[in-house]
């Protein structure tokens, strides 16, 4: 029970909100910046990587990893798709799980 607490605490929650809200704040409007949809994209991941690190790997498994997929596909592809942007490549070389 202690570990659930741990991996669903209203700051683990809060800090994965943060990387999620972060990322649409830093791509929309910007449907022509290739790039920083691209460094966006990989900052956000990483954060990810480095806050399930923390929880031991156990805060995103598949399903999680599915519906992040989804989020960032389809953040990723309503501005990148503008420029050219493979989210799905980029998701998927960048992320740790």
Known sequence: MQKSRKL???ETIEE??????EFVDNIVGKK???ENIRQSAKAAIRKLNRANKKLDYEFIETDEREELGEFFYMAGS???S????DIRKLFDSARDW
């Open 16 to 21: 994965f909100k943060s990387t999620l809200s």
């Open 82 to 85: 503008y420029v050219g942007v």
């Open 8 to 10: 669903f605490s209203s």
């Open 32 to 34: 022509d910046d290739k």
């Open 78 to 80: 309503y501005v990148g």
